[in-house]
């Protein structure tokens, strides 16, 4: 483990390089109280969730990693959701957590969700915003690998100031119109703080068509689930109307004038919505 610093008022946080099989993650580590892993989206980074936690009501200690690809943990290889759930459950025995809630978004999701599903024994409570189990056919697998593929090499080719420009403009963004200046801006730069060979690695490592399914699996989760959707994202509030059906102890949570992006449109009303799962 390498220190990389402290910064923050109040509760000291604890910024560092942590090294677990053969890979590098930038994890931050910050405050006390039950623990909760936050993982960003793709193309998002550790400080994805700072308006949400600057409007949680309850303490945690709050645990987020810039996945592979990503950020300050940048290109590692093409790492598989499998061997980074792996390296997640390492650095959780790392610091000393045998027990946490994840709350993931959109790819954080998916692997909160395969987390999950792989190491059940470390998960108290799940929350999953405008996330999914993968894709459910090998038919749908192949279509998105191919797509992915496609980005991937777009990336490479054209540049990460030219994916942002496209990638901030396709439809599941369309609400993004709405946001203040300063919210905009911030997540442009955001954006724009990777690296076009992680990003492409994470699409070729860890995107959904890449995943493995975990339809099937979902009936087997005890852990309580709470799924978080936009109610102007249609897409994403059918899926998760349908993971809802097959989950044993799931609640979804539709937030009304919002999109695919719940924790950025309405980031006030999102913490309220994990304070009130969260003591359950």
Not at 16 to 27: A, F, G, T
Not at 238 to 258: D, Q
Request: aromatic share 8%; hydrophobic share 40%.
């Amino acid at each position: 483990m390498v220190k990389g610093g402290t910064s923050g008022l109040g509760m000291e946080k604890k910024a560092m390089i942590m090294k677990v099989n053969d890979h590098q993650y930038w994890v931050e580590d910050k405050g006390e109280g039950p623990a909760l892993v936050m993982l960003h989206g793709f193309t998002g980074s550790a400080s994805t969730f700072d308006q949400v936690a600057a409007h949680f009501s309850n303490s945690y200690r709050i645990i987020r990693v810039d996945l592979p690809g990503h950020a300050r943990t940048g290109s590692i290889g093409r790492v598989t959701m499998e061997q980074f759930c792996r390296d997640l459950k390492d650095l959780l025995d790392q610091l000393g957590l045998s027990k946490v809630s994840l709350l993931g978004y959109s790819l954080g999701g998916r692997t909160a969700l395969s987390f999950a599903v792989l190491y059940p024994c470390y998960v108290d409570r799940l929350i999953l915003e405008s996330a999914s189990p993968g894709l459910a056919t090998t038919e749908e697998q192949l279509s998105r690998q191919a797509k992915d593929k496609g980005l991937a090499e777009k990336l490479l080719e054209e540049g990460l100031e030219a994916f942002v420009d496209y990638w901030e403009n396709i439809p599941l963004f369309h609400s993004h119109q709405r946001l203040p200046l300063p919210a905009k801006k911030h997540l442009r730069a955001e954006r724009l703080g990777h690296m076009e060979k992680g990003l492409a690695e994470s699409l070729l490592g860890m995107g959904t068509g890449h995943q493995p399914s975990w339809w099937n699996k979902l009936s087997s989760l005890k852990t309580p689930v709470l799924l978080i959707t936009g109610g102007e994202d249609k897409k994403f509030f059918t899926i998760n109307e349908k993971m809802k059906g097959r989950l044993p102890n799931a609640f979804h949570k539709v937030v009304e004038h919002s999109g695919h992006t719940v924790h950025l449109e309405k980031p006030s009303f999102f913490a309220k919505i994990v304070d009130s799962f969260m003591i359950e």
